[in-house]
């Protein structure tokens, strides 16, 4: 990144946030585990991710209860500036390493989002994405109890307002969004076929698909293909993004990094299919570490260097 480049303010929608403690083992004295305690949650480490690449992100979530209190009280700790609205509660995981392998001991859901809740939500992002360069809306599982026409509505109602929009979003919430038109969407090869939106995982449908996303009035349309290049679809063309091969170390977490580092090159000023392999890089770093979007900053940025990008 150049000295004239602007470092981006980033409003994510966070609707799920989560308390993670992870167990792991303690090297040389398996008897003595060591314990972490991060917030979580797509939002969440979406904006960890931004902060990472130099952004800052503005999170507008639900917290309450125990598990949302202390999930808050550490995500401001990392630097993330907090809008928070009401919640009864939010979800909470206790997650065992010691055996190298990630074993879910808890899992707790967050609890439904009443109607008031609801508005209350959608409320805050509208007030607080006023000073972004770009907005950020992730989704959240159908059990949260909250409708496809939120997301739609939302990206309506920001987009009225002159902003710039990255959703990570699948099934009816994906519909919904992409009928609001004027924004860009980030979905995997998996969501472009069970959302009815791709017939196929070859490159050729998806790019086919993709492209009738744009009929419906997307700027762009990133699709994440686990371990084979990234298929960005614009009204310029099609490209391929690959990114240098890495082992895995823990895979979650590599989406929401590129959904950040797409959000960050975007407000930056960067095209979208450089945004993607910024995107490209910090997704493929990601996965080589325990930490869901973490990394370095330096190291990502020198990463995108090496990102290959090729017409689809």
């Given amino acids: 990144m150049t000295e004239e480049q602007h470092e981006p303010v980033v409003a994510v929608l966070a609707i799920a946030p989560i308390l993670e403690v992870t167990v792991e083992a303690t090297i040389n004295a398996p008897d003595k585990p060591q314990m972490h305690v991060h917030p979580g949650g797509q939002g969440l480490w979406v904006a960890r991710m931004v902060t990472t690449l130099g952004g800052r992100a503005v999170v507008c979530g639900p917290f309450g209860g125990e598990t949302g209190t202390a999930a808050a009280s550490l995500a401001r700790a990392e630097g993330l500036e907090l809008h928070t609205t009401s919640a009864t509660g939010n979800g909470g995981h206790i997650v065992d390493y010691r055996r190298g392998e990630r074993d ?121 293909r686990a371990a084979d290049p990234t298929l960005v679809v614009t009204g310029d063309g099609a490209h391929l993004v690959t990114a240098p091969q890495v082992s895995t170390h823990e895979h979650r977490g590599a989406g929401d990094s590129m959904t950040a580092g797409i959000a960050v090159g975007l407000g930056r000023g960067e095209s979208m299919v450089d945004a993607v392999r910024l995107g490209a890089a910090a997704g493929a770093l990601n996965v080589t570490r325990r930490g869901l979007g973490t990394g370095r900053r330096e190291q990502i940025e020198l990463f995108a260097e090496k990102v290959d990008v090729t017409p689809a």
Avoid at 168 to 187: C, P, T, W
């Fill in 104 to 224: 879910e001991i808890v899992v707790m859901e967050s609890p439904t989002l009443d109607r008031h809740a609801q508005d209350d939500l959608y409320g805050t992002m509208l007030v607080y994405s006023s000073a972004a360069d770009v907005c950020v809306v992730t989704g959240a599982d159908t059990a949260l109890g909250v409708p496809p026409d939120f997301f739609g509505r939302l990206a309506t109602d920001l987009r009225a307002s002159g902003k710039r929009l990255v959703a990570d979003l699948s099934s009816h919430q994906a519909r919904a969004f992409v009928e609001a038109g004027g924004a860009v969407l980030k979905i995997s090869h998996e969501e472009m076929i069970d959302g009815g939106f791709a017939d196929g995982a070859s490159v050729e449908e998806l790019r086919v698909g993709a492209e009738r996303l744009l009929e419906h009035g997307l700027d762009a349309v990133a699709i994440s």
